[in-house]
């Protein structure tokens, strides 16, 4: 029963574009959502959350929009560089428990 | 400021075994996370401990336990291994008073079972 879905295992962009990645769930319940970076042999790095009460979060580059009525979570890179390349994984949290989406790997191309 | 830190780095056990995890919470923290992850997929919460005290607890058998220190620190505990529960084991630490739901992650375990 995974209720946070990552439906993108891969995403290829240019260097200078927006690279959007998106999440869904299902349960209405959660009350924040996270997104994540992961580069290989470390733990996951904490990028940007959005409260369940809010539409939009701003944070330099990254921007994450939640569309509650489709139950829809995207994180927005603008511009997009080398340096992004990482896997990225959404989460939310129901009170104290997490779920975790299968994540993304983003290559953004020089 | 210190992050986190898990170790060992990787263990090798055999199934049936019994194996112990540790984790030492980024300074001011007081919450600890586990976390199990299957190649190719995302975390999946074990347990998180405030205070000492079980917190919260994802679909996983009582043969994974833990216990959080004083100092904030934390062990998970896994009995009877399985081949099943070869994986990436995570911790994750965060103020639980504060913005509880940022949780800053070790590095991880690598847990293979034979």
């Known amino acids: 029963d995974q209720q946070v879905k990552q439906n993108s295992p891969s995403l290829s962009v240019q260097e200078g574009r927006i690279s959007i990645l998106n999440c869904d769930y299902t349960?209405?319940?959660?009350?924040?959502f996270l997104w994540y970076k992961k580069y290989p042999a470390e733990g996951p790095t904490f990028l940007i959350s959005?409260?369940?009460?809010?539409d939009k979060n701003e944070d330099g580059r990254f921007t994450v929009f939640l569309n509650k009525s489709a139950k829809h979570l995207s994180l927005h890179i603008v511009p997009s560089q080398p340096g992004d390349s990482a896997v990225y994984f959404c989460?939310?949290?129901?009170?104290?428990?997490?779920?975790f989406g299968s994540g993304t790997k983003l290559n953004v191309k020089p | 400021e210190t992050g986190v830190t898990q170790s060992p780095t990787h263990l090798i056990k055999t199934r049936g075994q019994q194996v112990t995890l540790r984790c030492s919470s980024q300074?001011?923290?007081?919450?600890v996370s586990w976390y199990q992850q299957a190649l190719g997929q995302g975390p999946q919460f074990i347990f998180q401990?405030?205070?000492?005290?079980e917190n919260g607890r994802g679909n996983f058998p009582p043969r994974f336990s833990g216990l959080q220190f004083p100092n904030y620190s934390s062990e998970l505990n896994v009995n009877a291994l399985e081949l099943d529960d070869s994986a990436l084991y995570l911790c994750?630490?965060?103020w639980g008073e504060g913005v509880w739901y940022e949780q800053y992650f070790g590095p991880g375990t690598r847990l293979t079972v034979t």
């Open positions: 994750a630490s965060s």
């Open positions: 349960n209405s319940m959660f009350d924040y």
């Open positions: 959005i409260s369940s009460i809010k």
């Open positions: 989460a939310a949290s129901d009170f104290n428990k997490f779920y």
């Open positions: 300074s001011g923290h007081n919450t």
């Open positions: 401990y405030y205070r000492e005290e």
